[in-house]
């Protein structure tokens, strides 16, 4: 697994962009489940992921596949592969999309055959391209994104930018308090979340409580649920039914379960999801190496 860093006038849009390689035996899949996440972009030559959002059967995707902005878990099963992949965040859906994220909001698409994602189509022939290092393929990739068409709303994204980081901001309580904090009334502050973030602002706080406390387990060693809960948890009872809502199992059939992939990009997502700071990250990497600790329920 390989992080790159994009420019410091994409970091505000995108979140990392990574690239894995996985070697299975022949005839063989490994898989895995990502947490609820920002709208995601995958470049896969060859043959496609299968994957499916919450309690759906698994299908074939397709070789650029785009994920919606999700509040359900996504299961993911491949063959050996090497694939890119760049998460897109809520102020650069404002600054690129011509589109209600609410549209797209827990779904999977072709991004080759939506216009919508045309300006990002020409990234799967830049890692397609044979004769090319990693390196030089993100710079290719970078040099692209700084290239982009703005959308009609571009000059929303700095808005959308001050929405996103009083959601991540683990001493926001409540939606009046987003509003509060950015200037607006909450009527504004549902339509901005449902235009850009793709769901209702209590959703998308609910979703950031779930995630701080998932990125604690982590931290704790996988030793226990109840030690990790987000202080905006009432009961470890309310933090299980969120569990059940977003990842559709409990916490002890996640924690059973193996995670070949998510061990290694864990960390890095909590980042880019703002539930856990870049000073972080090296202790998350340490806690999610295989052959740690067992998990306990």
């Known amino acids: 697994m390989r992080y790159f860093r994009l420019s410091e006038p ?18 063989e899949r490994i ?3 990502l947490f609820p996440e920002w709208a995601a ?48 965040q809520p102020a650069g859906w404002a600054r690129f999309i011509d589109a209600p994220a609410g549209d797209f909001a827990n779904r999977l698409f072709d991004g080759m055959t939506d216009p919508v994602f ?8 830049i ?13 290719r990739i970078t040099a692209h994104l700084e290239r982009l068409p703005l959308g009609r709303h571009a000059k929303k994204a700095e808005q959308v930018a001050a929405v996103h980081a009083a959601l991540r901001d683990p001493a926001t309580a409540n939606v009046c308090q987003i509003a509060e904090r950015v200037g607006i009334s909450t009527r504004t502050l549902e339509r901005i979340c449902a235009r850009w973030f793709g769901f209702p602002a209590k959703q998308e706080l609910r ?3 779930f995630l701080r406390s998932m990125a604690r387990f982590m931290m704790s060693g996988y030793r226990s649920w109840s030690e990790a809960l987000d ?6 009872a309310q933090f299980v039914r969120d569990f059940r809502a977003f990842m559709h199992m409990t916490p002890s059939e996640y924690a059973e379960m193996p995670h070949p992939v998510m061990h290694q990009i864990m960390a ?8 856990v700071s870049g000073a972080k990250l090296q202790e998350l990497k340490d806690v999610a190496e295989p052959g740690g600790a067992a998990p306990r329920k």
């Open 10 to 27: 994409l970091l505000p849009y995108f979140t990392s962009l990574y690239l894995f390689d996985i070697t299975v035996p022949p005839g």
């Open 31 to 33: 898989t895995d489940c």
């Open 41 to 88: 972009l995958r470049f896969r030559p060859g043959t496609p992921f299968r994957a499916a959002l919450g309690r759906e059967p698994l299908r074939p995707t397709w070789p650029f596949g785009v994920t919606g902005p999700t509040s359900h878990v996504l299961h993911f099963d491949t063959v050996s592969c090497c694939a890119w992949g760049l998460g897109l």
């Open 118 to 125: 045309a300006p990002f189509a020409p990234l799967l022939d």
């Open 127 to 139: 890692v397609s391209a044979p004769g090319h290092t990693a390196d030089q393929t993100a710079a």
């Open 207 to 209: 979703r950031q409580r």
């Open 231 to 236: 202080e905006r948890y009432y009961d470890q």
């Open 268 to 275: 890095q997502r909590l980042v880019d999801q703002g539930v």
